[in-house]
């Protein structure tokens, strides 16, 4: 997909085609038939929770061409890698299972919780009803707000959304009494607050998850990872570094040292600019008052497919190399900015200080396309279609001759 939640780990992702020599399930009525027809047990849906199940099968879209989108979100937390690949080649979409998926460890760790958590409740895993926490955290993962709304107001409705399902859960002492399952549920639900919004009281729940699966031995490295990423993208580099130093197996990307620039000016929107091999950052203002600023906000695949073709454009490269500005959301990954940088290094990305700040823009779908002369926005366009559409909304733009 192109929206921003593409950076959340085991949000939502675009389907690969269709594999040769596989007969993927490509629609719900395809699906339907799969469910009614395969035997309890021999199904890699089966190796899911039945909340997981209930979820991955409600967030399935299907489009014209079979599986548009999924959720990784319960997969990569209950399954190994394994399993995962075994369940996304009934939709042709395996290449999507790298590097996802709990050890096998973590994975016995959870059915045992499970299954005190089922015998303290009289039943078994797979009868329990789901507990109250987990139904207002199946109705956290389906419920999406309008997909027209520009994306600050969207992710402030995401976050007034769980606020409302979750905000009571979030008290230490409340914390201290729920089973271990539903704490999970908690800190997944808390990630997903602190993606959208990394403000100081949704960072402050998330750790106070962490801090009582800490206490009860339930974490390991890779459960600080969306912690991590909130520091980083709400800029608290110092606590970030420590947290990385504490917890090594998170393997997260080295943030580059923010040197001081420049006074910056007023008014103007800000972002990261890397240097020194990526090893070094400065805060940079950008004047979108010039008679033309093109501003990309990229870096997904489909916005490296823009830059080469732009690279390899004699009429569109010295466009770009003047007046283009490739920016990428404030949650971006410095690593994925250093891979960039490498390949492009006559269009380097820029990450927002603060999404808030580029408030002209009102997607952050990638790739998409804002022109702005003299400081007014006069056109937008999305998505990456090829080098003759990209030149007529450009011509249409009156950018281009």
């Given at each position: 997909m192109n929206r921003l939640l593409l950076a959340l780990p085991a949000l939502w992702l675009s389907a690969a085609p269709a594999m040769a020599g596989q007969a993927p399930l490509n629609s719900k009525a395809e699906l339907a038939h799969y469910l009614r027809d395969t035997p309890t047990g021999t199904s890699p849906l089966d190796q899911l929770s039945p909340g997981g199940r209930k979820r991955f099968l409600a967030q399935l879209v299907f489009g014209e061409r079979g599986l548009a989108g999924l959720s990784l979100d319960d997969p990569q937390n209950e399954l190994t890698h394994p399993q995962i690949v075994r369940l996304l080649a009934l939709f042709a979409a395996e290449s999507y299972a790298d590097g996802k998926g709990v050890t096998p460890r973590r994975q016995a760790q959870l059915a045992r919780e499970r299954a005190a958590d089922a015998a303290a409740r009289g039943c078994t895993i797979k009868t329990c009803p789901e507990s109250q926490i987990e139904q207002r955290y199946d109705e956290l993962v389906t419920w999406k707000p309008g997909s027209s709304l520009p994306d600050a107001e969207r992710f402030a409705r995401i976050g007034q959304h769980y606020d409302r399902l979750f905000a009571s859960d979030q008290s230490p002492e409340h914390m201290h009494s729920v089973s271990p399952p539903d704490l999970r549920l908690l800190k997944r639900a808390a990630d997903r607050a602190v993606f959208y919004l990394p403000d100081k009281t949704h960072i402050a729940q998330l750790q106070g998850n962490l801090a009582e699966m800490q206490r009860r031995n339930m974490t390991e490295d890779t459960d600080y990872q969306g912690l991590y990423k909130a520091l980083v993208a709400s800029r608290q580099f110092a606590t970030a570094a420590t947290l990385a130093r504490q917890h090594p197996g998170m393997d997260v990307a080295t943030v580059p040292t923010l040197r001081k620039g420049a006074p910056l000016p007023q008014g103007w929107p800000t972002a990261l600019t890397t240097s020194d091999q990526g090893r070094a950052m400065t805060r940079q203002a950008f004047d979108l008052s010039t008679p033309l600023r093109i501003v990309v906000v990229a870096s997904c695949h489909f916005s490296r497919d823009t830059a080469r073709a732009i690279a390899s454009d004699a009429q569109l490269r010295?466009?770009?190399?003047?007046?283009?500005?490739?920016?990428?959301?404030?949650?971006?990954?410095?690593?994925?900015?250093?891979?960039?940088?490498?390949?492009?290094?006559?269009?380097?990305?820029?990450?927002?200080?603060?999404?808030?700040?580029?408030?002209?823009?009102?997607?952050?779908?990638?790739?998409?396309?804002?022109?702005?002369?003299?400081?007014?926005?006069?056109?937008?366009?999305?998505?990456?279609?090829?080098?003759?559409?990209?030149?007529?909304?450009?011509?249409?733009?009156?950018?281009?001759?």
């Open positions: 010295p466009l770009f190399a003047n007046h283009a500005v490739w920016l990428a959301s404030q949650n971006e990954s410095f690593r994925a900015v250093a891979d960039w940088n490498r390949e492009f290094r006559d269009q380097p990305i820029h990450v927002a200080w603060q999404n808030s700040e580029w408030s002209m823009l009102d997607s952050w779908a990638m790739p998409t396309f804002y022109i702005f002369r003299n400081g007014r926005l006069i056109r937008k366009f999305s998505g990456w279609h090829g080098l003759p559409t990209l030149k007529q909304s450009l011509r249409e733009a009156d950018v281009l001759r």
